[in-house]
């Protein structure tokens, strides 16, 4: 029952150079947390070499030169895991998916179709490499074995069985464990401590006596060192990807024909969905563009979209991707569609009979995205006040229904103001006079009625924050009167104290 | 005129962003007369406060904003929290003030207190109340209650207050929901008829400080910058304005502002009248305080004179005559006398004690036992303990043993003068580089491990060049400076430094009174269970004529208390530290070659860089010796030439012919502070006050700008009495340079003889010394691995924690033979120094301590016996003890001992508890050499096998490095290489940059200096490698020894993680 393992090292870079080719022999590191606060999380052995540590700084990791960095991208890894998947799948339908940069194959019977196993573990890491990615293989006769020595050794490793401890031996402690979490440190420390400096060491304790001190797990980590476990493999469940995919004979300009194709993408998604008693909490679709070459992961259009409610309606789904698409058009001719969706449980609701009938899920959504065409995304959703001082921060939440009841509430228990006042969006333009610090004379360009001598003044109020951003504010406001025909009419002038600008900002009632 | 009676400084802790002195010299620019300061519940900043006022012509009223928290269904009107600005009009208002914050501190946890209403009626008779700000009783009413709760309020205040004590407070921050309360506040005012007052609840002194109290803010409420919302400022206005500023402001209202200064006429209180009296000491009836003390002293001269020679003891007698004359005058013998009662209840409970600082300049303090030191025997001069024109008390400090032994003269004093009598003085925590980098960047919102990286690259070299500023270590952190963020950051630490973040207690501080201590300022509880502290730092009471009694603790003491003990029971011989032999040759031949490791106050490597050239040969020796390497003397260009005026090198003289008397016993060359004080009386015809004026500037931390004023005084006096320019460098030098920090002499004396003391102990008691050393760490200047491994070579034995044999503290244990390592073979012989279960890493005390009691029951016959007999052993415990050879007597070795304590922590559980243990080999390999290095070094920080550097001699001679024995017989210049163990790393601020490395291998101690270019090119190696290789020229200067580095070398010898002390 031979077991074949592909293992990526230094997977986050891997996945970069599979994007940028031309990046591999130089020293690569990838860097990970939001800026100014980047950390290095991944290296080649080229950056390793040259001196970069993981940990380090974007600063420091410059300071030494002549290392490329990348910021680290949950997409490439992705597409860069798909591939591995892919080609482990090329070779075996039983494929366990052990984690990013692992794969374990079921190898057994394979011999007659890729030859020996020596040369099937060639096979593997030349395609592998032809997807971009250099990896290191195994074969043994059991996963566990299998995949310590892809992770142990650099190249193609085959072991044969009742070799495997005498193969693994050399190994370090280490590379029993994949994460160093506390239980990991635990045991490497008490080795450490006992002298245990390799897997050879730690197969030759006795057995009794190591498990009357490490427990059962440290019984099976010896029978890790000597390759000795026997596990099932844990296949991927293949069944719940739903992805689709259409190489196009010519390239598509138009997003019509597109919608044609998509159309008949989503009826086979949505049914083979629904056939699972499931409906999609996602679609993702992928464009790979003329001229693009799919292992650079340059040209490839990707568009995602994550439903609030998971739905199984092929119509809405087209109609979604349509506004989508025009609202974000791909920009060049393209080649591939690949369609993949996310399912998701069907949800279960019951209306109150008391509330009020909420606009359905799938309007709504329809809605919503038609809205976001016009003003753009981040520009629909509920207003949420902001915790600040500045004068009418807000800030958009998605929109949920049914939680304006709250809002409502906390409106009407807010005291009432004497006054109220109107606000012009956005507030207009104004040359000031000032004298004494008072505002004197208001010229109001864009409406001539808003001009002329300040009768009286009140103010300033002034606010200022956010001092440690660099969108600072300091505001100072006035409420001025001046005189409209025969009345007289009180505005709100706003006076921006870091540009020098005043404006008229409302006028009260 | 307008006059600012509402502020707060950064004493309200994180609710203000200046210091004290800042808003005074804003106060001071715009010509106010007067300024109250109304800290959070407290006077913490009132002296400062008052100091500076004093200085700038200003006068400083007192008050605080006292927390309020009165239940809702209570006095109708006051209800809920608030802040009460309460500002001090007389004397019994200050007490009022301090005895209602005192209440409200004790009863409650620290920074939670709240008055109560009976309280506030109880205590407020002398003060006067204002309405407040955006936290005072009128906002909280408004905001509770509108108009009707807001009258209630005002009804109430008035009445606990009476009419002419309110003010309705307006305060105006171009916010409109603040006007509005402000024109409720006018009606208010109008219908009580009560008087308006303008403030502007000022928090800082300039606008551009508001960012600091925003991010306060911030760090009070546990947010960051960008999560605390609204609870940050709206704007940048409660900074002090100008009287122009707040006359426009309050335009429309001109009484608010007339009525400042109306308001400010009425308060007469400052702190010049703080009503302290020292506590009198209870005598036998028929008896003066004076008469009992004059009874005491000569008590005493009999013991301390009685056999000296005619000539002295009448210069004893004259001097004590005088001196008690004087005592007298001044009415200080109730302060001896208690001073005099606190040494003898040390005597009684066999506490070690000795006086130190200027009381060693007293015949009286000497025959009275508070002192060790013969001030008569000695010349020295009185006065600078206690003169007729200063006016001040004298300061005596008193040394203990740290720990316990300093605890339990602590609560002897609490016992006899009362809880409210006696007190601590405060310690303000200020914010440093480290705690700025931490917090500042907490509020910006920066992650831990961030914070970790600049927290830990803003390190304490005592030097810093424009290099090793604030901005490049940043840099070292990777940070980049150029990012506006991290700018920000940047700016913000560095305006933080030196404010105060909270309050600490001091060490040794204590302030005793008569009558309530906590009518002259207010107490608080301290962190440490039965303990009170005053608001003040002891700075702040010498301001304010305050007494105090410095009980300090001294390792070193606690270090001789225990040698004594050990030998007493180990060496069966009885030690007296009053009786050691005078003239010792051991000691004086072991100070004169450096061999001072452990010593104290002459252990440093710059100490024993100078102790050859010295050459100490008598006590007189060791007082300048102590006294020369002091940054004073250093920066003022003294040491040098002392040293080769001492070796005849150059002519011994003075500056001016009228100083030789002054100056003559240290060569020509000033030393101590009280020659310093003599030259500016003989030079520049200094006054008795001006003296003690420069003595205050040369002991002050806040003494830069003083200094700059006395140098100016100095110059003129000179230029009178015809000192030639030259001369007055000289001069002006010397007196600047000791502003750094110089000793008196009498100082030196005391630390002289805990020197002397500590040398003799380690000459001729070894074992017990280094014992007892060991058990006081940390202390001094070496890590315990090097007492070790001096110890060693100088012949002891040392042997390996066993947990058959070892207690909780390094002992002696009696062995038949001694194996000599290189070096004099010491009274020590026979006996050998078994380190103690303390120095397990991880081990606690109370488990150790069970352990020593099963083995007084019975051995333990086996690991598993350990285990059971106590079962408090921790897995990790056991281990630690395993891996470093603690368990070799019950097993085979230290890893057969790992291998059974791997079984023997599993409980069986009762069904199996009573099978026999069974008996498995251990299959794991014995540690090699390095593998031990590695868990000593690991495990208890030290290693008694051979040191690291002994295993590799072979390779490191191949390599061309020299032992650091070696140096001694080799030429001066020769070029060379040294190796080993980084045991110190300084770069003292007196020495330009350079940096000092200690490198110790199997042999001794060898030293390098690394230029500051070296240092920036190696900076990394140096600060972060264990073991180096220094190459450069040897420099021989009378056996001062050193090398000059010219190339720096990592050097790999073990990866045990061995430690250095760095950054002295």
């Given at each position: 029952m031979p077991y074949a393992c592909i293992f990526v090292p230094d997977f986050p870079v891997e996945a970069w150079l599979r994007a940028e080719?031309?990046?591999?022999?130089q020293a690569v590191a990838v860097l990970e947390g939001k800026a100014p606060l980047q950390r290095i999380v991944a290296t080649n052995e080229n950056a390793r070499g040259a001196g970069i540590r993981l940990g380090m700084t974007r600063l420091q990791a410059e300071t030494g030169g002549g290392v490329v960095l990348r910021v680290r991208s949950a997409q490439q890894e992705a597409a860069a895991h798909a591939a591995l998947l892919d080609c482990a799948q090329s070779f075996s339908p039983r494929v366990e998916d052990t984690s990013d940069d692992t794969v374990l194959l079921d190898v057994a019977g394979l011999e007659a179709l890729f030859g020996p196993l020596s040369r099937m573990a060639r096979t593997m890491a030349q395609r592998t490499a032809q997807l971009g990615l250099v990896a290191q293989v195994a074969v043994a006769a059991n996963p566990d074995a299998a995949a310590l020595a892809a992770r142990g050794f650099s190249g193609v490793t085959v072991i044969s069985e009742g070799k495997e401890a005498e193969e693994l031996g050399r190994l370090p402690l280490e590379a029993l464990f994949t994460n160093r979490q506390a239980e990991a440190e635990q045991f490497l420390e008490t080795l450490e401590r006992w002298g245990i400096r390799n897997l050879r060491e730690l197969a030759a304790l006795p057995e009794a006596p190591l498990s009357g001190r490490l427990g059962q797990e440290g019984l099976h980590l010896q029978q890790l060192a000597r390759g000795a476990t026997m596990r099932p493999l844990v296949p991927a469940e293949e069944l719940l990807v739903f992805e689709e995919g259409i190489e196009l004979e010519y390239p598509l300009v138009l997003l019509e024909p597109l919608a044609f194709l998509l159309a008949r993408l989503l009826e086979q998604v949505c049914a083979r969905v629904g056939a699972r008693a499931r409906v999609i909490q996602e679609l993702r679709l992928e464009l790979e563009l003329e001229n693009g070459r799919r292992e650079r992961g340059q040209n490839i259009f990707q568009r995602r979209l994550r439903l609030p409610v998971p739905l199984l309606d092929a119509k809405v789904f087209l109609k979604l991707l349509q506004l989508d698409l025009q609202a974000h058009p791909p920009g060049a001719p393209i080649v591939k569609i690949h369609l993949a969706a996310e399912p998701a449980r069907p949800r279960a609701a019951q209306s109150g009979l008391f509330q009020p009938a909420l606009p359905e899920p799938e309007k709504l959504e329809l809605t919503l995205a038609r809205i976001a065409r016009v003003v753009g995304e981040d520009k629909v959703g509920s207003p949420e006040l902001c915790d600040t001082h500045r004068p009418e921060s807000f800030q958009l939440r998605r929109f949920v229904p049914g939680d304006s009841e709250a809002e409502t509430k906390s409106v009407s228990q807010s005291r009432s103001l004497v006054t109220a006042s109107r606000i012009f969006r956005p507030p207009w333009i104004a040359a000031v006079t000032v004298q004494d610090g008072k505002p004197m004379h208001i010229d109001c360009p864009r409406r001539k009625e808003v001009s002329g001598k300040v009768l009286w003044a009140s103010g300033p109020w002034r606010s200022s924050g956010d001092?440690?951003?660099?969108?600072g504010w300091s505001h100072e406001q006035w409420d001025v009167a001046l005189q409209q025909g025969d009345g007289i009419v009180l505005y709100r002038l706003v006076r921006d104290l870091l540009r020098g600008k005043w404006f008229v900002e409302g006028a009260y009632d | 005129m307008y006059v600012e009676l509402h502020a707060r400084s950064a004493f309200s802790f994180l609710e203000g962003a200046s210091l004290p002195e800042h808003l005074i010299a804003s106060g001071a620019k715009f010509e106010m007369p007067v300024m109250a300061l109304l800290d959070r519940d407290g006077v913490y900043g009132a002296p400062r406060f008052h100091m500076a006022a004093k200085k700038a012509g200003m006068k400083a009223r007192v008050g605080a904003e006292v927390s309020c928290k009165f239940p809702a269904g209570g006095s109708a009107g006051l209800r809920g929290q608030f802040r009460l600005p309460l500002l001090v009009s007389d004397r019994s208002g200050y007490q009022n003030l301090c005895r209602l914050i005192t209440r409200m501190k004790l009863r409650a946890p620290k920074g939670e207190g709240a008055v109560r209403f009976e309280e506030l009626q109880e205590h407020a008779g002398g003060l006067v109340c204002l309405t407040g700000g955006d936290e005072g009783p009128l906002a909280a009413a408004l905001a509770g209650g509108g108009m009707e709760a807001a009258r209630g309020c005002i009804q109430q205040l008035k009445n606990v207050f009476g009419e002419s004590c309110v003010y309705v407070e307006l305060q105006r921050h171009f916010r409109r929901e603040q006007e509005t309360r402000n024109r409720a506040a006018m009606a208010i005012a109008s219908s009580f008829r009560l008087p308006l007052l303008a403030t502007n609840g000022v928090c800082y002194a300039t606008a551009a400080e508001r960012e600091l109290c925003d991010v306060f803010t911030a760090i009070r409420h546990h947010r960051t910058l960008a999560t605390a919302g609204r609870l940050l400022s709206r704007n940048s206005e409660r900074h002090l304005k100008s009287p122009k500023q707040m006359q426009e402001l309050f335009a429309d209202l001109p009484e608010a502002v007339a009525n400042t200064l109306e308001l400010s006429s009425r308060l007469e209180f400052t702190l010049e009248d703080l009503g302290y009296e020292f506590p009198r000491y209870p005598v036998p009836v028929g008896e003066t305080m004076m008469s009992f003390l004059r009874e005491r002293t000569w008590e005493g001269f009999e013991g301390r004179y009685g056999r000296a020679a005619e000539g002295l003891r009448g210069r004893a007698r004259s001097q004590i005559e005088r001196e008690l004359k004087l005592i007298e005058k001044l009415e200080l013998s109730g302060y001896f006398l208690i001073v005099w009662d606190l040494v003898r209840f040390c005597r009684e409970q066999s506490i070690l004690v000795q006086g130190r600082g200027s009381a060693a300049n007293s015949a009286v303090c000497y025959s009275l036992g508070i002192t060790a030191v013969d001030p008569v025997g000695m010349d020295l001069l009185f006065e600078r303990f206690l003169s007729e024109e200063r006016g001040e008390w004298p300061d005596i400090d008193l040394d203990l043993p740290s720990g316990d032994q300093r605890e339990r003269v602590i609560q002897y004093l609490y016992q006899r003068y009362g809880e409210r009598g006696a007190a601590m003085t405060a310690n303000v925590i200020t914010y440093r580089s480290r705690m700025a980098a931490r917090e500042m960047g907490k509020a910006l919102g920066f992650d831990a491990e961030t914070l970790e990286k600049v927290s830990d690259a803003v390190s304490n070299w005592e030097y810093r060049d424009a290099k090793d500023a604030f901005d490049y270590r940043f840099r070292d952190a990777g940070l980049d400076l150029r990012h506006p963020r991290l700018r920000k950051y940047f700016e913000l630490c560095v305006a933080v430094q030196?404010?105060?973040r909270h309050l600490g207690q001091h060490s040794g501080g204590m302030v005793i009174c008569q009558g309530r201590l906590d009518t002259v300022v207010p107490l608080e509880p301290a962190s440490m269970p039965g303990r009170v502290v005053v608001q003040w730092d002891k700075e702040d009471c010498a301001d304010l004529g305050i007494i105090k009694v410095d009980l300090l603790g001294l390792g070193m003491m606690a270090v001789l208390e225990d040698s004594l003990k050990i030998i007493r029971t180990d060496y069966g011989e009885e030690v007296e530290l009053a009786h050691l032999p005078a003239d010792d040759p051991a000691v004086y031949s072991a100070l004169q070659k450096a061999d001072t490791i452990g010593m104290f106050q002459i252990e440093s490597r710059a100490q024993m860089s100078c102790l050859p050239r010295l050459q100490p040969r008598n006590f007189y020796d060791i007082v300048v010796q102590v006294a020369i390497i002091r940054p004073g003397p250093i920066v003022g260009q003294m040491v040098n030439p002392y040293l080769q005026r001492r070796m005849g090198r150059e002519q011994v003289m003075y500056p001016h012919p009228s100083l030789e008397p002054v100056l003559a016993r240290t060569l020509g060359v000033p030393l101590f502070q009280e020659q310093l004080l003599r030259i500016a009386m003989v030079a520049a015809s200094f006054t008795g006050g001006e003296a003690e004026e420069l003595r205050r500037a040369m002991g002050f931390k806040r003494s830069q700008a003083r200094m700059k004023e006395i140098e100016a005084k100095l110059r003129s006096g000179m230029e009178r009495n015809g000192l030639t320019q030259a001369a007055q460098e000289q001069i002006i030098t010397a007196i600047t340079s000791f502003a750094l920090y110089g000793f008196p002499e009498s100082h030196a004396a005391s630390f002289a003889l805990i020197a002397y003391a500590s040398a003799y102990l380690k000459c001729h008691y070894l074992a017990a010394f280094t014992a007892a050393l060991l058990n006081n760490q940390p202390m001094g200047f070496y890590r315990p691995a090097t007492i070790v491994k001096d110890a060693q070579r100088h012949g002891l034995k040392v042997l390996r924690i066993d947990v058959l044999k070892s207690g909780w503290d390094c002992t002696l244990e009696t062995v038949s033979r001694i194996a000599g390592a290189q070096g004099e073979t010491t009274a020590s012989a026979g006996l050998a120094l078994r380190m103690g279960l303390r120095y397990v890493r991880g081990l606690r005390e109370e488990t150790a301590q069970t352990i020593v009691k099963q083995r007084q029951l019975g051995r333990f016959v086996s690991i598993y016996d350990l285990v059971h007999r106590v079962p408090g052993l921790r897995k990790d415990e056991l281990n630690k003890l395993a891996e470093i050879g603690g368990l070799n007597s019950l097993a085979a070795d230290r890893r057969d001992a790992l291998w059974q304590v791997g079984r023997a922590i599993h409980d069986p559980g009762p069904l199996l508890a009573e099978l026999p243990v069974p008996e498995d080999r251990s299959p794991l390999l014995p540690m090699d050499g390095e593998e031990r290095l590695v868990a000593d070094f690991r495990g208890t920080g030290l290693t008694v096998e051979p040191h690291p550097t002994a295993y590799h001699r072979a390779r490191m001679q191949a390599m061309g490095i020299h032992p650091a024995s070696e140096l001694s017989r080799l030429r001066n210049g020769q070029h060379l290489r040294i190796g080993g163990c980084v045991i110190a790393r300084q770069r003292p601020g007196t020495a330009k940059g350079f940096v000092f490395l200690s490198l110790e291998d199997e042999t001794g101690v060898a030293n390098a200096i690394i230029t500051p270019d070296l240092f920036e090119k190696n900076r990394r190696l140096i600060t972060c490698e264990q073991f180096l290789v220094v190459e450069g020229a040897l420099q021989n200067q009378d056996n001062v020894i050193s090398v000059k580095a010219e190339r720096i070398l990592p050097l790999s010898i073990t990866r045990a993680p061995a430690e250095s002390h760095d950054f002295h």
């Open positions: 080719p031309e990046l591999r022999g001092w440690w951003e660099q969108e | 030196d404010l105060p």
